[in-house]
T-cell receptor, first 109, second 110 residues
Framework: KNEVEQSPQNLTAQEGEFITINCSYS?????LHWLQQHPGGGIVSLFM???GKKKHGRLIATINIQEKHSSLHITASHPRDSAVYIC???????????FGTGTRLTIIP | EADIYQTPRYLVIGTGKKITLECSQT?????MYWYQQDPGMELHLIHY???????EKGDLSSESTVSRIRTEHFPLTLESARPSHTSQYLC?????????FGSGTRLTVV
């Protein structure tokens, strides 16, 4: 069983819909990252969280340390949001990242 | 503007050739990483470095080697490329818990 589980694996939605991607992890962490990977392959770091909630534009990330769960929300989704969203955790005492398998998001105009 | 640079972006090369994938960062980060990612799969750590002259193998076994002679430069070398090395290779650097990723090199060995 992977230490980092994401759901759903694939998500297709209409433009304008509110999107939620979930991430659960099974170990103690120092930080959780949400990453975005476009078809070209490069990765952009969206958020780094160790507690609470962060917002950047239409993106919101939350984390519940007790429940070992994080969510990434996209409001007013747009086709340019289509990408793979990856959850990654830094384990306590270890700055290396462990990655989820990603959620492939497709926003249809 | 990217702070971590990977070249080449795409590479198609014949079996048996020696190749070096370049990775440079301008942020002065001590820690640098190489990840391998097959299509549709998660990233796996193959090498990392916590500073100059420090390199370690990652969680996924790889026939590649790395060097860290300068803080900003972390090249990855395959002495003899094989079709099984076909994959995407991503470089990253970090300070504390903040990570920056490169655009990746998509390698195809024919």
């Amino acid at each position: 069983k992977n230490e980092v589980e994401q759901s759903p694996q694939n998500l297709t939605a209409q433009e304008g819909e509110f999107i939620t991607i979930n991430c659960s992890y099974s170990v103690g962490i120092s930080a959780l990252h949400w990453l975005q990977q476009h078809p070209g392959g490069g990765i952009v770091s969206l958020f780094m969280l160790s507690s609470g909630k962060k917002k950047h534009g239409r993106l919101i990330a939350t984390i519940n340390i007790q429940e070992k769960h994080s969510s990434l929300h996209i409001t007013a989704s747009h086709p340019r949001d289509s990408a793979v969203y990856i959850c990654a955790v830094g384990l306590k005492g270890n700055e290396k990242l462990t990655f989820g398998t990603g959620t492939r998001l497709t926003i249809i105009p | 503007e990217a702070d971590i640079y990977q070249t080449p972006r795409y590479l198609v090369i014949g079996t048996g050739k020696k190749i070096t994938l370049e990775c440079s960062q301008t942020m002065g980060h001590d820690k640098m990483y190489w990840y391998q990612q097959d299509p549709g799969m998660e990233l796996h750590l193959i090498h990392y470095s916590y500073g100059v002259n420090s390199t370690e193998k990652g969680d996924l076994s790889s026939e590649s080697t790395v060097s860290r002679i300068r803080t900003e430069h972390f090249p990855l070398t395959l002495e003899s490329a094989r079709p099984s090395h076909t994959s995407q290779y991503l470089c990253a650097s970090s300070r504390g818990y903040g990570y920056t990723f490169g655009s990746g090199t998509r390698l195809t060995v024919v």
